[in-house]
């Protein structure tokens, strides 16, 4: 799978050995629920084979003074692989009020508008990095609550309702 995947290990490779995001702590449940969904999105994924960078970080790449890329770092991230498997990881970060923005601006860009399915693939990619990363988060409190879990919690609805937005005019 995309993210190295199995049936025994539904968050993908251990990273690190003190920390096994397969335990299940109370109240990690609906974290693992939206995950157990965004794999399931992702189950058969769709889209254009690309060329991109993989790691978007912002150490990775320089803007001009009118936020147009300029210079690309970190040239092992370059990979070929689905376009929407590639937008999804970018909207990792996204606000759920800048997903459609941002989705909106690369079709733009790309000149090529994501059907229903495509948007689907790219809306599992989403939830299931912002699932990951919530699950880590709590792998690592004893808190309740953490920024990246409120996130999760504020943001998975326009996550899950992108398949279904309306077309761009």
């Not at 799978?1 to 096994?20: A, D, I, L, M, Y």
């Not at 449940?29 to 978007?56: F, N």
């Amino acid at each position: 799978s995309q993210f190295g995947w199995t049936k025994s290990q539904r968050w993908g490779r251990q990273v690190r050995p003190e920390v096994n995001l397969d335990d299940k702590p109370e109240g990690a449940e609906w974290i693992e629920e939206l995950g157990e969904e965004a794999r399931k999105m992702c189950s058969k994924p769709v889209g254009r084979k690309v060329t991109a960078h993989d790691d978007w970080l912002p150490h990775n790449v320089r803007l001009d003074t009118n936020l147009n890329l300029e210079v690309v770092y970190d040239w092992d991230s370059l990979c070929r692989g689905l376009e929407t498997v590639f937008v999804g990881k970018a909207c990792g970060a996204a606000t759920s009020e800048d997903l459609n923005f941002f989705i909106d601006s690369y079709e733009e860009a790309s000149g090529h508008i994501f059907n229903r399915k495509e948007l689907r693939t790219i809306a599992g990619t989403t939830l299931w990095m912002r699932a990951f990363l919530a699950r880590w988060e709590q792998s690592q409190s004893d808190s309740k609550d953490g920024y990246l879990r409120s996130r999760l919690k504020k943001d998975s609805k326009a996550i899950l309702d992108l398949p279904n937005r309306a077309p761009r005019a």
